[in-house]
């Protein structure tokens, strides 16, 4: 099964920006949905956007206008470009493919001055 590993994380200030990557293992070109979740400390995990095969992406409330889910086929790849971080954003950020049930270790995030 395709395997998903995120890298991109890190420590920003309020305002700042990141891009997270996600490279599967295998090809997603049949994959119908891509997504990115978050985990925060105490927190349940929760979807943050996702991405269908064709490029239409969705997002949750809180990130609109400040966050863009892309994904290359060919490339094998996943991005989340996270623009205006605040740090209610601070979390673990997942990658998960659609229909197959595994979790990468993620990639830290930490907004804070």
């Known amino acids: 099964q395709v395997q998903t590993a995120e890298s991109g994380g890190g420590l920003v200030q309020p305002g700042g920006s990141l891009t997270l990557s996600c490279t599967a293992s295998?090809?997603?070109?049949?994959?119908?949905?891509m997504a990115w979740y978050r985990q925060a400390p105490g927190k349940q995990r929760e979807l943050v956007a996702s991405?269908?095969?064709?490029?239409?992406?969705n997002y949750q409330d809180f990130v609109k206008g400040r966050f863009i889910i892309t994904r290359d086929n060919a490339k094998n790849m996943v991005w989340l470009q996270m623009n205006d971080l605040q740090p209610e954003d601070t979390a673990v950020y997942y990658c998960?493919?659609?229909?197959?049930?595994?979790w990468g270790q993620g990639t830290q995030v930490t907004v804070s001055s």
């Open positions: 295998g090809s997603i070109v049949n994959i119908y949905s």
């Open positions: 991405i269908i095969h064709t490029g239409r992406a």
């Open positions: 998960k493919a659609a229909g197959i049930d595994y």
